[in-house]
């Protein structure tokens, strides 16, 4: 079992920055592939990004890659998604999500899900 808590969301401006925290408890962090979602208003739920368990592959949607970079700190637990260059587009919920499984950018491919956090970009 693994229980995930995000924070770092917030309001910002168009073309700033924010990273996003994920916390894990639970036993074996390092040996989970961990991810991010997203869900705006009124639309699907989306893969952000995803990074394996020894941090030497990272996967990002088209929307953000080049813009989000996402890593991982094994010792505390911790997985972060440093977003810059935001837009309104980017605006959401953002999720955390955990799986033993390799990383998979359908819903249905994480077992583990945080409760999500907000992030509002406004123009």
């Known amino acids: 079992q693994v229980q995930l808590v995000e924070s770092g969301g917030g309001l910002v401006q168009a073309g700033a920055s924010l990273r996003l925290s994920c916390a894990a408890s639970?036993?074996?962090?390092?040996?989970?592939?961990m991810g991010w979602f997203r869900q705006a208003p009124g639309k699907e739920r989306e893969f952000v990004a995803a990074?394996?368990?020894?941090?030497?592959?990272?996967f990002y949607s088209t929307s953000v890659e080049g813009r989000f970079s996402i890593s991982r700190d094994n010792a505390k637990n911790t997985v972060y998604l440093q977003m810059n260059s935001l837009k309104p587009e980017d605006t959401a919920v953002y999720y955390c999500?955990?799986?033993?499984?390799?990383?998979?950018?359908?819903?249905?491919?994480?077992?583990?899900w945080g409760q999500g956090t907000q992030v509002t970009v406004s123009s």
């Open positions: 639970g036993r074996s962090f390092s040996t989970y592939y």
């Open positions: 990074i394996t368990w020894n941090t030497v592959n990272t």
């Open positions: 999500v955990a799986d033993r499984s390799w990383p998979s950018t359908a819903v249905t491919g994480w077992t583990y």
